[in-house]
């Protein structure tokens, strides 16, 4: 089973993802509010797959967290904001995500973006084999 960490500060929205995981059947290891709670939980689980919002609580937000993600944990990880403005989607694009997905989106949309990102991963296995 796929396990997933949701990086989200606004609770109502973590848990309405969260039930759309659990529905397509994917495994939530949990929900982190903000960077500090990601890093937290990060040293203690290993998901495959993280959602992250790009506006966090506090001074460090999603993409601060994507860089040490990627510096550190090598976990790939999927944008799920509101913000598709040029200065945003050019930060990001720095951190190499699996892809950006901006809210509200529905169930399908979800699943679309993780699936393809699950094939992306699973092409770059392999051609590095």
Do not use: W
């Not at 982190?32 to 939980?41: F, G, V």
């Not at 790009?54 to 460090?60: A, K, P, Q, Y």
Request: charged share 20%.
């Amino acid at each position: 089973m796929i396990k997933i960490l949701i990086v989200e500060d606004e609770l109502i929205i973590a848990e309405d993802v969260r039930g759309m995981l659990c529905k397509m059947g994917y495994e939530v290891l949990g929900v982190a509010m903000d960077y500090h709670q990601a890093i937290h939980l990060l040293k203690s689980t290993t998901p495959d797959l993280i959602l992250l919002d790009v506006n966090l609580n506090g001074s460090l937000d999603g993409i601060d967290l994507a860089h040490e993600i990627s510096n550190t944990y090598k976990i790939p990880f999927i944008y799920t904001t509101s913000y598709a403005d040029t200065p945003t989607l050019e930060r990001a694009k720095a951190t190499h995500p699996m892809n950006y997905l901006v809210k509200p989106f529905k169930q399908e949309q979800l699943l679309t973006t993780i699936e393809m990102a699950l094939h992306q991963l699973a092409a770059l296995e392999n051609t590095s084999i």
